[in-house]
């Protein structure tokens, strides 16, 4: 089969490679639709991710297809087994499983394991399922599911995590920092919480698909990338905001979600929030980076700062069943459709020239 194998910094080849044999307990999905996502942008750029992979590597984690072979199963228990499989399931599978038994996964924090397993692949015509995957990590499809919708289930149950962990009410007012997929959907879940969601971007069709899924207001931040400038129509004067208290100058954010990942926007997130509000700071931003935060600033507007990795069981099957409620859909953030061959060209053009939101990869041609 051909699969596509992450090599190192902007170093992605595709490959004819031999499905590996399957292990009790795995079961390999026939991928109907693999998506791209901005973590695999980053370590495509970086050339590195601290926890998803090691390169050489399969790359992608976004997938949704059918199970086409299944090993027998290594346990007696049926729950946690194959047996509950069988061949044509229509499935989903996350990029991850926990362990179950350390410190974090017996808190609930299973996002935090000491052990996640990943899974990446994506961009292949099969993928074997470790069986930890199987067991923890691997949905079943409703039949009217469309495959490119279930493969967003990934990315949005790392958005459920962040809206979790915020604790978001209706009425507050949401602003994300960034409209790609991720600040996107954000966008879509404030706006289904009753939120009142903005958003502050770049790139004409992101915030066009911002505006379609409900965004009350569109900051669109120039080629200088001042996000500050672009919220608050003018560019930072004076004494810098961090001397004031939050609010005192008219800030209307409750929330202030980072969803780029950058140094610069961490410390224009905790600026841009309203006195007594709550700063996600959910874009990864490079290794050994650090910001500077106005304590004063801090103590004094009440500022609640945090930040959300990952995703776990519960809120990766709290992301399918929004989208099998339609509340996400792959047509808001799909925006191009690439042969698994190109998938090279796709990832140059999108480190040069970052605007498509997010590409279906044709993984059979
Ligand atoms: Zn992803
Ligand atoms: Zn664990």
Redesign the pocket.
């Known amino acids: 089969m051909k699969a596509a194998i992450f090599y190192g910094k902007e170093d992605i080849q595709i490959h004819e490679v031999a499905p590996r044999p399957l292990k009790p307990g795995e079961v390999r999905i026939q991928i109907a639709a693999a998506l791209t996502?901005?973590?695999?942008l980053k370590v495509f750029k970086r050339g590195y991710h601290a926890k998803m992979l090691t390169p050489p590597s399969p790359f992608g984690?976004?997938l949704a297809g059918t199970i086409s072979e299944i090993a027998e199963t290594r346990s007696v228990s049926p729950s946690a087994s194959t047996g509950r499989w069988k061949m044509g399931d229509r499935v989903v599978v996350a990029?991850s499983a926990p362990c179950g038994s350390c410190f974090f996964c017996k808190n609930g924090r299973e996002n935090l394991c000491d052990d996640l397993l990943f899974l990446n692949g994506a961009y292949a015509e099969t993928i074997a399922v470790p069986a930890r995957l199987v067991e923890k990590n691997m949905l079943r499809l409703k039949p009217k599911t469309r495959f490119e919708d279930a493969a967003l289930a990934?990315?949005l149950a790392c958005v459920a995590q962040g809206m979790d962990d915020l604790n978001l009410r209706k009425g507050q007012h949401v602003l994300v920092l960034g409209a790609g997929p991720i600040g996107l959907m954000f966008v879509a879940l404030a706006k289904h919480l009753g939120c009142r969601a903005s958003v502050a971007g770049r790139g004409s069709n992101r915030l066009r698909a911002a505006q379609q899924l409900g965004a009350d207001k569109v900051f669109e931040v120039g080629k200088d990338g001042d996000i500050w400038g672009a919220v608050r129509g003018s560019p930072m004067a004076g004494p810098p905001p961090a001397a004031r208290i939050n609010g005192g100058d008219g800030s209307e954010f409750d929330v202030v979600i980072e969803a780029i990942g950058k140094p610069e926007t961490w410390e224009a997130a905790v600026r841009l929030v309203r006195r007594g509000g709550s700063v996600n700071f959910f874009g990864g931003c490079p290794s050994g980076t650090t910001i500077s935060l106005d304590t004063k600033m801090i103590h004094y507007s009440n500022l609640a700062l945090l930040a959300s990795f990952h995703h776990t069981p519960r809120t990766f099957r709290k992301a399918l069943k929004l989208i099998e409620a339609g509340i996400v859909r792959a047509k808001d953030f799909v925006d191009g459709e690439w042969p698994l061959s190109q998938l090279p060209e796709l990832f140059r053009q999108m480190s040069v020239e970052n605007r498509a939101i997010k590409a279906l990869v044709r993984v059979r041609e």
């Open positions: 996502c901005g973590t695999d984690h976004e990029n990934e990315p």
